[in-house]
DNA sequence: GTCGAATCATTCATGCTCTGAATGATGTAT
DNA sequence: ATACATCATTCAGAGCATGAATGATTCGAC
């Protein structure tokens, strides 16, 4: 047996207790570098939402984040407020409130892609060029198995 | 320049933003599977850094959990009613609560490492076993750096 | 030794996030 | 036309975590 597939014989030593832990501290650093952005995680996860798929009623966003409609109002209600999303009346529905990204939405989230990325940098900097790589591969692919946007 | 280096072009893609949601869900999967047992992830990181520390006092708990020590009373509280911890007063200095694993913690604590192997098969079963070397490998490096229990 | 400040655990009130039920508006089927 | 389903919204409340206040113990200056 190689060593590199040993089991873990502590719950600290797995790979679901570490994923969910780094992204605790990660998710903690993000919220935090939002702040001066007056935005949310979940306001990031709206808009990223939207830019994948286009233009979506509010049910669908509830429904894609795994949260219940009624905290989507809340936070498309501070989007809209932002200038970060259009939200009309879908035409054929009229039940509908079709939730888009604005021009400034788009580059709200560019600043945001900006602190994501100097959290990889944090992250990653200790690592080899070969190692980054192939874990941004290995999340990708688990990132498409857990059907998330992109 | 190599494919694999290519700088994502929207939140989604970064690794910061997978590892997070990616954390979520597992957090998630794991809060639900920590039911029956009577425990939340809270009161497993609690163990686990007594079982890699060995006995501490609550304050020590709390500063390596990062969480306000009144949270530490909280989880030690149960712990303690449901066996797996022992909270004696220090001889030494009788302001702290020294907290230690019990047998039945340690007995708890393997019932947990089955639920978090078993995460680990369900998230890692779509790799290959060279890409579940490397990340199970890349994972600790990065647990290392951000000073994780073992 | 004694007094005042510091440290640790604990309790309690509060804040924040999220959910689920109730309501109203619109659409669909018979 | 009527009954039922669907979508958005509001609102009350649950759950988790924090920070201030309290009490017990220890430490340091004198």
Redesign the interface.
Known sequence: M?V??V?????????????????????ER?TAALVPLDLK?KH??LM?LL??RGAASQLDVAKAMGVAPSLVVTLADHLERLGAISRVRDPGDRRRQLLDLTAEGRAL?GR??EV??E??AE??G??G?R?R???????????A??G???
Not at 11 to 27: K, N, Q, S
Not at 133 to 143: C, E, G, H, I, K
């Open positions: 190689r590199d597939e089991k873990p014989v502590s719950v600290a030593g797995t790979m679901a207790f570490r994923i969910g832990t780094l992204g605790a501290i990660l998710t993000f995680p990031v996860g990223t830019e994948a989230l945001c892609l994501t990325l959290l990889d992250l990653t200790g690592l060029p190692d790589a192939v874990l941004a591969r290995v999340l990708s692919t688990l990132a198995q857990a998330l946007p992109v």
